[in-house]
């Protein structure tokens, strides 16, 4: 008979500390089994799978709220998990386009100082303190 699973087994199995485990407890995550009057909670060994679909969803960029809604959708509705995936795809393309073109303005300010040869004064410093508005 397989031993019975208490938090700091299902912490261990899946990675992730005890307060990890009790966290998505409060949030609604992954259900608390009721106490014993004696002894420990004992959970289901599907508890494990759950936080590990959690921490590869968060490794995705997919937030707490979000895993909740695609827990919640389950199986069954994957029209609207491939909605969800599609939107989050959006977005991090987007943020991907926001730090490019981030890049591109440090790449812009590194050229400017490596070409000024005033050393009285620094772009990147006038620059993020507003003094220099051509950048």
Avoid: W
């Avoid at 386009?97 to 890049?103: E, Q, S, T």
């Avoid at 050229?111 to 006038?126: F, G, K, L």
């Amino acid at each position: 008979m397989a031993k019975p699973l208490t938090i700091g087994k299902i912490a261990r199995a899946a990675g992730v500390n005890v307060e990890t485990v009790r966290y998505y407890q409060r949030i609604g995550i992954i259900a608390e089994p009721p106490k014993p009057v004696e002894g420990y909670r004992v959970y289901p060994a599907d508890t494990v799978e759950r936080i590990c679909f959690i921490k590869r969803a968060q490794q995705l960029g997919f937030s707490l709220q979000e895993i909740a809604e695609l827990l919640e959708l389950g199986d069954g509705h994957c029209h609207d998990v491939q909605l969800r995936a599609a939107e989050k795809r959006d977005l991090i393309d987007q943020q991907i386009n926001d730090l490019k073109n981030l890049r591109n303005t440090l790449d812009k300010l590194i050229r400017a100082c490596q070409s000024d040869n005033d050393t009285a004064h620094c772009p990147i410093v006038e620059t993020l303190t507003g003094d220099n508005q051509d950048a």
